[in-house]
């Protein structure tokens, strides 16, 4: 009886200790431009002071996934302890004629479709390390394309926990409804990554989130 309760007890300390220090894989995933970077930043400035990548307006700055390895997140109290992995914008179609109206150089401009066509396979194959994905949508678009419904196909036939991000609230024509009634079966949080609104709405269901993993 002794040795069973001793043997109870440690397996709950043991396993406790263990989830205490489970590094969380949390990836952000969208479309080019809807502000992955911009809150993965935020996010990794507001615990570790530094920044994950660079942000620009012209789309797909990010070609690479770049990550920040350790970042405690701390809320309400409680901490946990996240990979972020910051991806490349998943698109359908990349014209470098598209990145002509940005200024960028003909020469550039291919370079740059190039590699952005590399970083849309990156996401892909890193889809399956994630544990917890959020993907960010700039919520002043039609939220109905074929990008946002094969991601989340993707994360949902691997079984991934998702949080969809409403980003972009700030601006005047952003629409949290269109969203929230295209993927009616996701949690929606509506955000601005720029400005830094309702984050603790997003803190509260990403613990919620990785609590299920
Ligand atoms: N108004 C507004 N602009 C944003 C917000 N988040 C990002 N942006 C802008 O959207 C553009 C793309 O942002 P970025 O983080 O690079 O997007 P990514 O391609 O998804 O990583 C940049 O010009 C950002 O300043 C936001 O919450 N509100
Ligand atoms: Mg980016």
């Given at each position: 009886m002794v040795i069973k309760i001793l043997k109870n007890f440690f397996k709950r300390t043991f396993s406790n200790i263990f989830r205490h220090k489970k590094k969380i894989k949390l990836g952000f995933y969208g479309p080019p431009n809807a502000g992955k970077t911009s809150l993965a930043n935020r996010i990794c400035k507001d615990f570790t002071g530094e920044e994950i990548g660079t942000v620009s307006k012209i789309p797909h700055e990010t070609r690479n996934v770049q990550f920040k390895e350790k970042v405690d997140i701390e809320y309400k109290g409680k901490t946990m302890t996240f990979k972020m992995i910051d991806t490349p914008g998943i698109s359908t179609r990349i014209d470098y004629e598209n990145f002509l109206k940005y200024k960028l150089k003909k020469k550039e401009a291919k370079t740059r479709a190039k590699e952005a066509t590399q970083g849309v396979i990156e996401s892909i194959k890193w889809l399956d390390d994630m544990d917890v994905v959020v993907i960010v949508l700039d919520?002043?678009?039609?939220?109905?394309n074929q990008v946002n419904i094969t991601i989340i196909g993707n994360l949902v036939a691997r079984k991934i926990p998702v949080l969809i991000v409403a980003n972009k609230l700030d601006l005047k024509k952003a629409n949290i409804k269109k969203i929230e009634s295209a993927f009616p079966e996701y949690d929606v949080v509506g955000i601005s990554a720029k400005y830094g609104d309702n984050l603790e709405e997003f803190y509260e269901s990403i613990f919620k989130l990785s609590k299920k993993i």
């Open positions: 919520s002043t678009e039609n939220p109905y």
